[in-house]
Each structure stands twice: as structure tokens, then as C-alpha cells.
């Protein structure tokens, strides 16, 4: 029998050496290698299943994709459509987020259309997993727990009859054939491996459950994406009830999509109209605060853009942005200053999403410029207007994607006037919205912002 091989395996992103290195060449990290027991390869001769026969793919059948709606809409439309059979998702997010919430809502969502799906728990007790569930005012009977952590007696559970499987969380399993601890990244790509494998030659779709810290730095997640078909983030803090799922790779579906909850009393609330939630706490007629509708996905979003800019005591004053790029606000305000000579090299500037959304379109570009203007000069950008269009580095205003569900989306939430790109104004595209077009950045400071 071939003897078993040492491999060394980074904690951080799972790089595989077969020498111990002090830095990982692939994410930099120091001393982050460990032991790793690896299964002695197959001795020579031995023979796997018979390699499938290659075929032009018009050959190749294409499967009815019979998804699984969990019936939370939020989480559907992030799947791509629901549960995919055989599909492999994990859901990655810090402890304390919502994950075993969510996934327990799902699992009844599932009971509610008559689909079984067992709960893996190797974090928590069944009892504990029970209580939960009352608290969340779930059905009881039809929600299906196993309080499990060996590999070996999960992949025996799937042989039974299930719909679908979550395994809550994939850094408490551990199989019996490894020596290193629940958690180390051998244990974390076996269990994934043997459960997924399972998965999909049953058709039977498998949920994993993933920490992550802040720094991302635990073995898991990072290591995980390419085992797996599906990527989900479930983002949110501590101090904000607000929950964003997104989807970062989607065998089955797109990754544009999110789903918006809210975490209440009762478990997670879906959140049909998230532009409502982020326009909530808006101040009426304060300078710096200006609305943009951004696509995330398909779907429109209004959120609010907040800039403060102010006289700088320091020498080289700050430049501070949250949920949008530092970079593009600083290219943004060097088109202000040397297109409009508006004065910000002795102020200090930031830039704030509210709510804790993100850009990370150039279409808001306009209202990042809107709201720096409009708190320089200390005067409330017009009431009910949205902002729309990317700047150029020459001030130009330019075209952007997808204006017409934009302004569709201010039009809903109560906005009567839209300031967009000159070269869109002629399109038929807003009824009920007064569009008002602008070429360059100057011209909006000057016809919208109350600039000389
Ligand atoms: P949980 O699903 O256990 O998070 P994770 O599995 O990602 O670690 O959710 C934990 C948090 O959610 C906890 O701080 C309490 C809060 N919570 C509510 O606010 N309402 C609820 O109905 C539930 C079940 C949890
Ligand atoms: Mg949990």
C-alpha cells in the first residue's frame, strides 16, 4: 500500500504546499500552514467509474432543472429561481448574522410545500434548535433536526429520504478517517467533498453553513468557493436590524441579486420594498443628502448618498468614504475643483451610503457630485429629485444602463423629478417624472444646486 503524504495547507485560503513555508504565496498570511493528513493515493492499477464518452454538447440532455422554492421570496430570487437539485450552496456571514435563522425559516417555508428538508446542527442541540424554531412561531412537526457532527453518519442521513439538507456549520464536522481537528481546512474540504459529492449524485440539494470573522481569516468560506456551486454572503451589523444576502458565484443563477430582510422579534422579515427602508430615516431639507436609484441586480434600489464637506484644521485634510469607493470620490472631487473651481483642497470631505447599502455603479456619480455640491454651498438639493448619470473625468455627464427601471423605481417611491444625462433626454422613457437633463457638472451646480 502507498504510504500516506504530508501536504501542508494554509488556514487562510487553503494554498497546498508539500513543505511547511512561514508565508503563504497565495494571500501573504505568516505562519498560517498546517499539517494536513492526505488519503495515500489509489495504488497503480486499481480502476475509478469508466470515463464518461465525450459528446457535442447538442447531444447532451438538458436536464428540467426542477428547483425547490423555499417560499422566502428574498432568498429565492438570490438562488436563481430556488433550490436546485444536486446544487451546493454555502452561506457565509459572521457569527450572530441570522444563518441558522435563516436557514430554519427556509426549512418550513419547504414543509409548507410539502418538502422535507433535515437540519444538520453541530453547533447547537436539537433543543436548542427547538426553541428557536417556537420562538419563530414555526410549525414544529414538520421541521426535521439531527444534532451531528461526524462526516461519516451525515452522508448515512442523506441516504434516507430527504428533499434537501443543511449542515449547520461545516466547521464543527470532522470525519473519522482525518486526524486533524474540526475546523482545520482537511476536515473543512473532506466533509465538503464527501457531502457534496453525495449531494449531487442523489439530486439532493445541500446547504452549508459557513463562518466567517471580519477579517475573513478563519479556515472555511474562502477555502470553500471552489467546492461548492453557490457563494451566498448573509451581510449585515450589529447595530442595524437590516440583513443583505448576496449572491458571489451562482452555478444556477445570477450574481447580481439580493435579497433584503430584516431581522425582528420574530425571525427574519423579508423586505419587499427595501427603498423605503433605506429613504426612512432621511432628513428633509438638510444639504449634502441627495437620492440615486441603483441596480442591484434586476432591481432598482433608492438609496442616499450623504456628504459632508467642511473647513479642514489639518494640513492635509480627510478624504473618508463608507459604502462607495474612496477612489471614485476623490477622482469626483478633483473633477469639482478643476471643472467648477470648487474649492475642497482645505476641506475635509466624506462620504456616506445610508443605511449601510454600497455603490459600486458609476450611475451614481451624479449624486455623489450632487451631495458634495449641495454641502458645500450649504443648501438642500432640490426636494423629490433623484440624481442620475455617470461624470467623466471633463465634467461631462454620460449615459448609464438601465434608466428606465431607475426612474420607474423614483416614480414609485413618491420622486416627481429626475436630474439625468443630457444624451437620455430625448428618450420616451418617464411618465410621470419631470426630467430634467444636464450635459456637464458645472451646469448641474449651476441650474439645480444654487451655484453662481
Ligand atoms: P443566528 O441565526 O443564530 O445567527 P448565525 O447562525 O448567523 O450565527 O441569529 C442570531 C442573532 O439573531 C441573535 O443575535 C439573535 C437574533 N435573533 C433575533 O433578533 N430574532 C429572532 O427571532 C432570532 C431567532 C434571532
Ligand atoms: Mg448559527
Redo the contacts with the bound molecule.
Sequence with gaps: MAKAKTQYVCRRCGYRSTKWLGRCPGCQQWESFEEEGVQAPAPAGARGPAAPRPAPLSHVAAEELGRMLTGLEELDRVLGGGLAPGAVTLLS??????????L?QAAAGLAARSRRLLYVTG?ESAAQVRL?AE??GLDLSALWVAAETRVEAICEMMAEDWDALAV?SIQTLSSAELSGPAGSPGQIREAAGRLGALAKSRGLPLWL?G?ITKDGSIAGPKLLEHLVDTVLY?EGDRERSLRLLRAFKNRFGSVNEIGVFE??????GQVGNPSALFLSERPEGASGSVVTPVMEGRRPLLIEVQALVSASPLALPRRQSLGVDSARVGLLAAVLEKKVRLKLFDRDVFVNVAGGAKINEPAADLAIVAALGSSWIDLPAPARTVFIGEVGLAGEVRSVAHLEPRLNEARKMGFTRAVIPHSEAKKPQARGLELLPVQSVSQLLRAHLGFK
Excluded: Q
Aim: no cysteine.
Design positions: 456571514g459572521e457569527p450572530g448574522v441570522g444563518k441558522s435563522t435563516l430554519l453547533e428557536r420562538r419563530l449547520d453553513v463562518h448573509f431581522m425582528t422579534g420574530a425571525g427574519l
